[in-house]
């Protein structure tokens, strides 16, 4: 299981970018899935995540306190697609940007990057003016 994200680019800051997260092969409605990112430097960490169809608390979501309030997750199930609205960014949200799927509902409720993956190819945020 492998996911693709895409919809990266430049923009300036307080700008937005809403990011895609599509697979085939197998339903995302299914899955927990995680959008993660990974700055220049540091290491890989989860920012939100939502919860599958399997669960009871199905698309709940959670989010990092660094992302909180700006960056919305939404599925589109027609699509078979999750998305990353990413509202004010900020130069620190600079990044590549990665999705991958999950079973643990504990992992995404904790941000816990070790319950995911099936890492795709990442998409590059740059946030600059």
Same mark, same amino acid.
């Given at each position: 299981?492998?996911?693709?994200?895409?919809?990266?680019?430049?923009?300036?800051?307080?700008?937005?970018?809403?990011?895609?997260?599509?697979?085939?092969?197998?339903?995302?409605? $299914?899955?927990?899935?995680?959008?993660?990112?990974?700055?220049?430097?540091?290491?890989?960490?989860?920012?939100?995540?939502?919860?599958?169809?399997? $669960?009871?608390?199905?698309?709940?979501?959670?989010?990092?306190?660094?992302?909180?309030?700006?960056?919305?997750?939404?599925? $589109?199930?027609?699509?078979?697609?999750?998305?990353?609205?990413?509202?004010?960014?900020?130069?620190? $949200?600079?990044?590549?940007?990665?999705?991958?799927?999950?079973?643990?509902?504990?992992?995404?409720?904790?941000?816990?990057?070790?319950?995911?993956?099936?890492?795709?190819?990442?998409?590059?945020?740059?946030?600059?003016?």
């Amino acid at each position: 299981v492998q996911l693709q994200a895409s919809g990266g680019g430049l923009v300036q800051p307080g700008q937005s970018l809403r990011l895609s997260c599509a697979a085939s092969g197998f339903a995302l409605a $299914d899955y927990v899935i995680g959008w993660f990112r990974q700055a220049p430097g540091k290491e890989r960490e989860v920012i939100s995540c939502i919860l599958g169809s399997a $669960d009871r608390y199905y698309d709940d979501e959670y989010y990092s306190d660094s992302v909180k309030g700006r960056f919305t997750m939404s599925r $589109d199930n027609a699509k078979n697609t999750v998305y990353l609205q990413m509202n004010s960014l900020k130069p620190e $949200d600079t990044a590549v940007y990665y999705c991958a799927p999950s079973s643990s509902r504990y992992k995404c409720s904790t941000l816990d990057a070790s319950g995911f993956a099936g890492w795709g190819q990442g998409t590059l945020v740059t946030v600059s003016s």
